[in-house]
């Protein structure tokens, strides 16, 4: 057992201890002692052997005791207890946001509601609103809280479900007897979050292929077992989070591939516009082939399968059915947005503020990335929480880039700033101040509880403010966990076009936003999009892949994005927005 499935564990056994009732210390207990496993630095195996858990801050008797139990048998009969002891449901009520334990005891005590669905019917017949303590406007956040709930239960993030659905991609491939093999469904479409994982194979012996399928290591549950479907609950550690997911392998022969990987890959709403404009010609398209009713029309690929029906290949982020099949009809579709022709990025954090590493180390990771810039943007003096930037240290940390900058001629860090649109939409600093910046990220990070009006008029002033060169992630939303604050984003849009402003396609997996449909209402608009990371350490620089798929899902071109621009254009376009 790694560090951090025990630390789970720990946290879980804290969680269900919250539920029935038991006193705040105890629970408390067990989640520091959950911090303080993740904290140690000596291997977990070694302190149990040697005895020494006990004596780590954090960690008493019993709770050493419990990891010994589950490091040496990998299972803890205690926690499987407590397990049975509380309704399963209760834990998926622990993901309304703002729901805590004490609540979802006092909600179960009273009403016996030990699930969501019942939870909803309570709210609207108004009962939770009664019950002592609670009150009608706590309802009503419980009740726009269940559908993130419901969602979180369902789907899961890309960056989660991705490297899982690799992982058995490459797991799959390496299986004698498979001939091709891809990932489909929503992860091959590059959508947010996924449901489940969906892979195809061809093969002419598809029996050993899928008794192998369901003996990989990743597997927790065989849920189906057929002669060329077989289904199975997967589960792995991405970046230390336990990822588990559904996943279908489906085989079939190799002519066929083609086919149903357009149709596997969907999405459903693609599919049907593709195959009624087979069926105007005549013809029938479904996962087995293409046919006229007698003879069936061969394709080796999807390429050959979309030029049958006079299209150019349809690159799978963009099968939404929002305009790609005419598109690929009139051969317009746009030449998407590769990652390695992203040249820098500008919305990242050092320790200035609240990011784990140096300036220096940051560029010195973005030169490994190849790139040719990097823009420096900590958190600006208002956001206190994430330890925002001085004057002074503003002016401290201008001179280090600029001493920095003396080393490299094919190089530069630009001088930024993330900087707060406050309440009322002005900005954190003076305007002679941010008038020194080479560029300005204007986010909004507090007062999220506005109304759209009130929102959409802050973030617009920040908008027409001379110094602002880009809007920092336009929603605030987290994925999953959090809508974004109510604005109106085509009046943002609208600003941004007339103002000649950036708008940051944010590349942080829980964010993405803008998100793909408005970078597209953007790209018309001709707006010009940045990707930033927005990365708080060295390795989530790389995040910006992630926002390269929404570039892409948005139709976006290297054209479109500002970051694709060498050092030199990009230093005369900065310049100029702060003329302006
Ligand atoms: P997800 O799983 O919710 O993240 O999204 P998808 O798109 O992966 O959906 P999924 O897994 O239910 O189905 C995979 C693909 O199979 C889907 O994108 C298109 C195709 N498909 C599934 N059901 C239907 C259907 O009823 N009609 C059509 N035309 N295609 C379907
Ligand atoms: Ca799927
Ligand atoms: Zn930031």
Redesign the pocket.
Known sequence: MTKEEVAQALEEIADLLELQGENAFRCKAYREGARAIRGIQIDLWEAVEGNTLAAVRGIGEAISAKVATLVRTGHLPYLEELRKKVPSGLLDLRRVPGLGPRRIKAIYDALKIDNLTLLRQACESNQIAQLPGFGAKTQQKILEGIPIAEQATQRVRLDLALPLGLALLDRVRQLPGVQRAELCGSLRRRRETAKDIDILVSSDAPAPIMHAFIHLPEVVRVTANGETKSSIVASLLVDEQRVTLNADLRVVRDAEFPFALHYFTGSKEHNIRMRQRANERGWTLNEYGLTDGTTSISARDEAELFAALGMEFIPPELREDTGEIEAAAEKKLPILLRPEQIRGVF?N?TVWSDGTSSVLELARTARRLGWEYLGI?D?SRSLTVANGMSVEQVREQWAEIDALNRHWSDFRIFKGI?CDILEDGSLDYDDDLLAQFDYV?A?VHSHFQQSAEQMTRRICRALRHPSVTML??ATGRLILRREGYKVDLDAVLKTAAEYGKMIEINANPMRLDLDWQHCKKAKALGIPLVINP?A?SPGELEYYRWGVDVARRGWLEAGDVFNTLPLGEVCERLAQCRRR
């Open positions: 919305h954090h943007g958190h993330e990220v986010s920092g992630h927005d708080h």
